[in-house]
C-alpha cells in the first residue's frame, strides 16, 4: 500500500506538493504563535527578580509595573524623597532601589538612580547587570547606556548625548546646556533595561534646577560647572524597588506601604502583576492560538478537497485494484493512508521550516523587540500539537476512503458520458 501510496503523488506531484506546503505552513504558523507565546511569557518573567516590592504613587498594579519595570506610560504622581528615605529605613528592608522617569532621549527613556540600580538588581533569575564597555555612573552628567540604545543610535564611551524634557519621540524643549558624556554601556539582557539611558538621580535634579512648573526659567541658566558644586538632593522619585531581609515579612511592608499616612502610596508584589498583566494580554494570545488553529483546519481541508475532486478520476484506477484481488478494506486503507502520509509529511515540514525561520529571525527579533527566541527542542505541548494535527489528517481521510469504499468494481469500470 506505501508503494502503491508513493506512485500515486508521483502521478499528482503538483497537487501532492501543494498540499503538502499548506499544511506546512499552518503547522509551521501554529507551532510559531505557541513558541512566541511561551518565550514571550518566559521574557517577561524574566524582566525582574529577587525585588520583592515595587512602590509608587497609589494607581494600579499594572499601570504601576508598567511605567516602573517596562517604562511604558507616566506616573500618576511622584513619590516625596522624605517619604523614600523614611520607608528605606524601615529594619525589615535591606536595600532599595529608586528611580526617577519624565525625561528622554530621541525615543529612549531616561532614568535616574543611584549605583545600588548596578548592585542590587537582578532578571532571569539571578543574573545581575554588567557593562560591555565603560563604567558605571559616578559623576552627575555620566550617562549609561542599554545594549539596544548604545547599538541603534552607534554610541560609544566618551560620546556626549543631550537630554530631552519628557517622554515622547520627538521633543522641542532640549537640555542641550547640560549635556552628558556615555561613560558605560551594558550587555544585552532581553529585558527594557537595553532601551533605556541611565543618569543618577542628582543628574535629573541639575538638569531641572533652573526650570519652574516643568520649563525653563526666562533668563537664568546655572551652567554644569556650577551646577555640580550646589545641593543636588532629589525632591522627588517616581517609583523605587525593595529588597527584604526576609521574605516572610513582604506582606507586612506592603500593608505598611499602602497605609502610609503621609501621602497615598501603592506597594506591589512583581510576580503578581507580571502575572495580572499577562491575564490581561492572555486574550490576544487565544485569539492568536484560535487564528492559528483555524489556518490548521483550513490547510487540512484544502487536503481533503484535493482528495475528494480526485475520487472521480480514480474510480477506474480503485476498479482495477480491486479486479486483480485488492479488497474494498484496502482501497479504503489507501485512500486513508494518503491523507495519513501528506499530512506527515507536511507536519515534518512545517517544523523544518520553523527552525529555518528561527535561526533566521532569531537576532532581527531580538534586536527589534528585545526577545529572545530560544532555538530549543521541541516541547511536550508542541508533540502534542503535531500529533493532533497527524490524527485531525488521518480522520480526514476517512471521509473520500468511505466513498471510494463504497464504489462497486461495476461502478468503477463503467463509462460515463
Known amino acids: ?18 498540499t503538502i506546503v499548506s499544511i506546512a505552513l499552518s503547522v509551521t504558523l501554529l507551532l510559531g504563535v505557541e513558541r512566541i507565546r511561551k518565550e514571550a511569557r518566559t521574557s517577561f518573567t524574566n ?29 500618576t504622581n511622584n513619590i ?3 517619604s523614600y528615605r523614611e520607608i528605606s529605613r524601615n529594619p525589615q528592608v535591606q536595600w532599595t532601589i529608586p528611580i526617577s522617569l519624565g525625561d528622554s532621549h530621541k525615543g529612549y527613556r531616561v532614568m535616574g538612580t543611584n549605583t545600588d540600580y548596578f548592585k542590587f538588581l537582578r532578571y532571569a533569575g539571578r543574573r545581575g547587570l554588567e557593562l560591555a564597555d565603560g563604567r558605571i555612573l559616578e559623576g552627575v552628567f555620566d550617562a549609561v547606556l542599554g545594549a539596544e540604545v548604545a547599538r541603534m543610535l552607534n554610541y560609544h564611551v566618551g560620546d556626549p548625548i543631550i537630554i530631552t524634557h519628557g517622554a ?50 526666562p533668563g537664568q541658566s546655572i551652567s554644569p560647572e556650577k551646577v555640580r558644586h550646589m545641593d543636588l538632593t532629589p525632591k522627588a522619585i517616581t517609583a523605587f524597588f525593595v529588597g527584604l531581609k526576609s521574605r516572610i515579612a513582604v506582606f507586612g511592608v506592603q ?22 498583566l499577562w491575564d490581561l ?50 482501497v479504503f486503507s489507501l485512500i486513508v493512508g494518503e491523507s495519513a502520509m501528506l499530512t506527515l509529511a507536511g507536519v515534518i515540514s512545517g517544523v523544518a521550516l520553523l527552525y529555518g525561520l528561527l535561526l533566521v529571525s532569531q537576532p532581527l527579533i531580538l534586536d527589534r523587540f528585545g526577545l529572545f527566541i530560544a532555538i530549543g527542542g521541541l516541547s511536550g505541548y508542541d508533540l502534542f500539537l503535531m500529533g493532533a494535527v497527524c490524527l485531525a489528517g488521518l480522520i480526514i481521510g476517512i471521509i473520500p476512503g468511505y466513498r471510494i469504499y463504497r464504489y462497486s468494481l461495476a461502478d468503477g469500470m463503467t463509462i460515463r458520458i
Open 1 to 18: 500500500m506505501f508503494a502503491l501510496a508513493v506512485k500515486s503523488f508521483r502521478n499528482r506531484k503538483f497537487t501532492t506538493i501543494l
Open 47 to 75: 524582566t525582574i527578580s529577587g525585588t520583592d516590592l515595587i512602590v509608587g504613587a497609589r494607581s494600579g498594579p499594572v499601570q504601576l509595573l508598567l511605567y516602573s519595570v517596562f517604562r511604558i506610560g507616566n506616573a
Open 80 to 82: 516625596s524623597w522624605e
Open 168 to 217: 515622547g519621540e520627538v521633543s522641542f524643549i532640549k537640555h542641550d546646556d547640560k549635556p552628558f558624556k556615555v561613560v558605560g554601556i551594558l550587555k544585552k539582557t532581553g529585558t527594557p533595561v537595553d532601551q533605556t539611558i541611565h543618569v543618577l538621580l542628582e543628574a535629573i535634579e541639575a538638569i531641572h534646577i533652573d526650570w519652574q512648573e516643568g520649563a525653563p526659567v
Open 255 to 276: 500593608r505598611l506601604v499602602n497605609e502610609y499616612p503621609k501621602e497615598p502610596l501603592l506597594a506591589i508584589l512583581p510576580g503578581v502583576a507580571l502575572q495580572e
Open 281 to 330: 494580554i492572555g486574550v490576544a494570545e487565544k485569539a492568536l492560538l484560535a487564528v492559528s488553529g483555524f489556518v490548521v483546519i483550513v490547510g487540512l481541508s484544502g487536503m481533503l478537497i484535493a482528495l475528494m475532486t480526485s475520487l472521480n478520476e480514480r474510480r477506474r484506477e480503485m476498479a482495477i485494484l480491486r479486479s486483480v484481488g485488492a479488497r474494498p478494506m484496502h
